[in-house]
């Protein structure tokens, strides 16, 4: 069940310490309020609640039955949150926060440098270690203790043992060429044929997708194709020849926005794949590592990316 958006801290914490000093006076001046602001807060906590918490008079406040067991609650709430405070600045102020962070190039490309900019803004003490490459390799590392977190495609099932993936959003392939390329405006597939082709090879996660693709289309596996998942050779290689393109459409989404490349006009949806986080099973991310999944989660929303 969802709390309350209506309930805020300041509505526990102004709870909590007029049960504690038994009087709304005191809690107010401990909180630096004006008595009749801890009143108003006390009647909105109870309003959302439904229920009566204090009983209040001369005497000071007393706290009703119900009030005393919401007291329990608000309390450990109150504590939780301040333990989870002082992990985050404890962690901070130890000066060893350094994330090793796994990107694939396509994530690498499109998502990770904003999320590393808003990370930089929330954890500004904190370091990181920017690794690209196979998803395989990625997995591995991560395995090994070497990656705190690969953002990256889903692993094959023998390469998750251990590990969890979270879905981020979900990125096609894109078939992409030089400017004033032949094929530009093509929607048949089968024209690809004729023209050079760099693919993924195979530690790439996108080739068996990339691979049912084509003979989806009926394209046959050439022998002649340039295979790799280096992103530098395929961007200068297409820019230089021919050459058509097989890519995560994330790695070349700058390419394609500012008229560096441009990506043939085909039917893609087939070749759509989850993008996510994956991490190790065992264990809870540690306070960094929380606040750079959510720089993630900001970044990829930002961008309107959907799963």
């Known amino acids: 069940m969802d709390i309350d958006?209506?309930?805020?801290?300041?509505?526990?914490?102004?709870?909590v310490e007029v049960a504690r000093l038994g009087s709304v006076g005191r809690a107010g001046h401990m909180l630096n309020?004006?008595?009749?602001?801890?009143?108003?807060?006390?009647?909105?906590?109870?309003?959302?609640?439904?229920?009566?918490?204090?009983?209040?008079?001369?005497?000071?406040?007393?706290?009703?039955?119900?009030?005393?067991?919401?007291?329990?609650?608000a309390t450990a709430s109150l504590a939780a949150l301040r333990q989870g405070i002082d992990g985050v600045?404890?962690?901070?102020?130890?000066?060893?926060?350094?994330l090793s962070i796994?990107?694939?190039?396509?994530?690498?490309a499109r998502i990770v440098?904003?999320?590393?900019?808003?990370?930089?803004?929330?954890?500004?003490e904190a370091g990181l270690s920017i690794v690209s490459g196979p998803n395989g390799f990625l997995l591995s590392e991560l395995v090994a203790g070497t990656l705190d977190l690969v953002i990256g495609r889903l692993g094959q099932p023998e390469?998750?043992?251990?590990?969890?993936?979270?879905?981020?959003?979900?990125?096609r392939i894109s078939l992409v060429v030089r400017p004033g390329h032949p094929l530009i405006g093509?929607?048949?597939?089968?024209?690809?044929?004729?023209?050079?082709?760099?693919?993924?090879?195979?530690d790439a996660a996108i080739r068996q997708i990339a691979e049912q693709f084509f003979i989806a289309q009926g394209l046959t596996r050439r022998r002649d194709r340039v295979e790799t998942v280096a992103e530098t050779f395929g961007r200068a290689f297409v820019r230089k020849t021919d050459a058509v393109w097989v890519i995560s459409s994330g790695v070349v989404a700058l390419d394609l926005a500012e008229g560096k490349l441009a990506e043939l006009p085909l039917i893609m949806a087939d070749t759509l794949g989850p993008v996510g986080l994956t991490m190790r099973a065992e264990g809870?991310?540690?306070?960094?590592?929380?606040?750079?999944i959510e720089a993630l989660r900001r970044t990829v929303e930002g961008l309107g990316l959907h799963s």
């Not at 009143?39 to 039955?65: C, F, H, I, Y």
């Not at 796994?102 to 690498?108: I, K």
């Not at 093509?186 to 195979?202: C, E, H, I, Q, W």
């Open 5 to 15: 958006p209506r309930i805020k801290i300041r509505h526990l914490r102004t709870f």
């Open 33 to 73: 309020v004006s008595q009749p602001a801890v009143s108003k807060t006390l009647a909105e906590l109870e309003d959302v609640l439904g229920a009566k918490l204090m009983s209040r008079g001369r005497a000071g406040a007393a706290l009703t039955p119900v009030g005393q067991m919401f007291l329990s609650y």
């Open 89 to 98: 600045s404890e962690s901070l102020a130890a000066g060893d926060l350094r």
């Open 102 to 108: 796994g990107a694939l190039p396509s994530v690498a």
């Open 113 to 124: 440098p904003d999320a590393a900019i808003e990370f930089g803004r929330i954890a500004p």
């Open 159 to 171: 390469a998750m043992a251990g590990l969890s993936f979270t879905q981020l959003y979900s990125e």
């Open 186 to 202: 093509t929607s048949d597939p089968r024209a690809v044929a004729g023209y050079p082709l760099v693919f993924p090879n195979k």
């Open 284 to 292: 809870d991310p540690s306070p960094a590592l929380r606040l750079f």
